[in-house]
T-cell receptor
Framework: SQKIEQNSEALNIQEGKTATLTCNYT??????LQWYRQDPGRGPVFLLL?????KEKRKERLKVTFDTTLKQSLFHITASQPADSATYLC???????????????FGSGTRLQVQP | EAGVAQSPRYKIIEKRQSVAFWCNPI?????LYWYQQILGQGPKLLIQ????????DSQLPKDRFSAERLKGVDSTLKIQPAKLEDSAVYLC??????????????FGPGTRLTVT
């Protein structure tokens, strides 16, 4: 069965360091992968999308890599700040232009805590 | 631009009672999703609408859950009768249809349901 694994243990880092979160998957061939941020009591907020034919994507202090051979995505936050503290979810998608399906399967998320 | 609106924000009911949740997506978004997020897990897709048609309801427990999206805008998700295991946050999300080419989803704040 399809499985998406994110580190269930919280990641604690010092302010200014680079945070690296991992998303591993099995029995899945995603067309794209997304990362979302979720704060307590709120819905997820989209951060980045990377397609299966892309190796790396950047947006400001965020960087995502996608290795379809290893079946892994890494999500990096450089120069981390206490405001970056949240749960980060990876989501794998299978897009279908014919049916319009945008089915996303989410991991359980990793909680990041940035200490000042 | 207004975000995805959901109501109510919180609901407490007893098992075997009925409950309904309402969602108003971002204007112009053809695709609407309902997700269930159990504490400590990632969102799980229940149903996806494209305009007012159902695209995917394979994970919707149809014996007790129902959803509709009349006129292709607002949507309602109903649970009847509720079970203890239905306690979760119910998230509504919307995205541009495939003609828009956008894969990112915009989430509402969710409705926290507690079944006692």
């Amino acid at each position: 069965s399809q499985k998406i694994e994110q580190n269930s243990e919280a990641l604690n880092i010092q302010e200014g360091k680079t945070a690296t979160l991992t998303c591993n998957y099995t029995n899945y061939s995603p067309a794209y992968l997304q990362w979302y941020r979720q704060d307590p009591g709120r819905g997820p907020v989209f951060l980045l999308l990377i397609r299966e034919n892309e190796k790396e994507k950047r947006k400001e202090r965020l960087k995502v890599t996608f290795d379809t051979t290893l079946k892994q995505s890494l999500f990096h936050i450089t120069a981390s700040q206490p405001a970056d503290s949240a749960t980060y979810l990876c989501a794998l998608g299978k897009g279908s232009m014919d049916t319009g399906r945008r089915a996303l399967t989410f991991g359980s998320g990793t909680r990041l805590q940035v200490q000042p | 631009e207004a975000g995805v609106a959901q109501s109510p924000r919180y609901k407490i009911i007893e098992k075997r009672q009925s409950v309904a949740f309402w969602c108003n997506p971002i204007s112009g978004h053809a695709t609407l999703y309902w997700y269930q997020q159990i504490l400590g897990q990632g969102p799980k897709l229940l149903i996806q609408f494209q305009n007012n048609g159902v695209v995917d309801d394979s994970q919707l427990p149809k014996d007790r859950f129902s959803a509709e999206r009349l006129k292709g805008v607002d949507s309602t998700l109903k649970i009847q009768p509720a079970k203890l295991e239905d306690s979760a946050v119910y998230l509504c999300a919307s995205s541009l249809g495939f003609s828009g080419g956008s894969y990112e989803q915009y989430f509402g704040p969710g409705t926290r349901l507690t079944v006692t």
